[in-house]
């Protein structure tokens, strides 16, 4: 009985780890072209592929929102364009609340999006939620000066698990700071599959509890 309750088990886990993440692939993509599908809507009614070929094809919204982005980017690299896009920020400037919202978008977007951006300069390691626990960290800025502290601070991002778009801003002394000897990739990786899948040069010496 017990060989028959091991090999089902062994099966079980088996077969597991082959459909999770083809299915949780699956459903992220998925979302992405449902969400992106849904810029179609700009289009006037009569100009829906539904209504001009009599089916809707998935994922045309997401070539949609690629045209979007290429002929946007055409413009505003142009002099009238460029111009426009300047009147443009201007009047965002002077509404309180969007205003705000604009600017902290931008500059996260050129962060990532910028091909010399550094949103995540490096993977580092902190003593964080107490003195002997250690988290996986981001670092966001160079050295700062803050009008609290004498100390040498750098802006840390603390991603959550297993959703690390979430997290903690923590202002960290240099001195305990420790830079990890693996990439982004690696560290998301990490975080996303709580903390089971670890890079190859964090050595796994084996539970020992």
Known sequence: MNSITRSFRRYF???LLVWMPIYITFFVVHFIVHLLDGTLALLPNSYHPEQLIGYKIPGLGVIFTILILLVTGLLVTNFIGNRLLALWEKTVARIPLIRSIHSSTKQVVHAVVQPNGNAFRKVVSIPYPHPGSWSIAFLTSDIIKTPWTDKELVNVFVPTTPNPTSGF??????????????????ALRMVISLGVIIPESIKKIGVTI
Do not use: H, N, Q, W
């Open 169 to 186: 801003l923590l202002f960290v002394p240099v001195k305990d700071i420790y830079e990890m000897d693996i990439s982004v990739e690696e």
């Open 13 to 15: 886990v088996a077969g």
